[in-house]
């Protein structure tokens, strides 16, 4: 699997902007795709972004025109830039990763991270 290692998060008051990195290690030249999730106290995980190696992105409706994923180097690190931070956004957000084109295609990801704890305060 994938070894990722998140980090970016914080506390922040609404309005405010944080990114979010997380470093990948391990057959990372076979990664198809890479995403974000979060999970809210109380509530099940969601899917924020993800990108796919054909350059595709898919963001979640409640982070358009705010969030924006990005790559760098290759699968090596991923990005994801938060502006105009709500506290409906607070959670501990998780990067994603799978190497199966046809598990990427079912967001159905293998390799996860730790977790990044991100607070929006009004």
């Known amino acids: 699997q994938v070894q990722l290692v998140e980090s970016g998060g914080g506390s922040v008051q609404a309005g405010g902007s944080l990114r979010l990195s997380c470093a990948a290690s391990?057959?990372?030249?076979?990664?198809?795709?890479m995403g974000w999730f979060r999970q809210a106290p109380g509530k099940e995980r969601e899917g924020v972004a993800t990108i796919h190696s054909d350059g595709s992105m898919i963001l979640e409706d409640s982070v358009k025109g705010r969030f924006t994923i990005s790559k760098e180097n290759g699968w090596n690190t991923l990005y994801l830039q938060m502006n105009s931070l709500k506290p409906e956004d607070t959670g501990l957000y998780y990067c994603?990763?799978?190497?199966?084109?046809?598990?990427?295609?079912?967001?159905?990801?293998?390799?996860w991270g730790q977790g990044t704890q991100v607070t929006v305060f009004s």
């Open positions: 391990r057959y990372t030249g076979s990664i198809d795709c």
């Open positions: 994603a990763a799978e190497l199966s084109l046809r598990r990427c295609r079912r967001d159905d990801f293998g390799s």
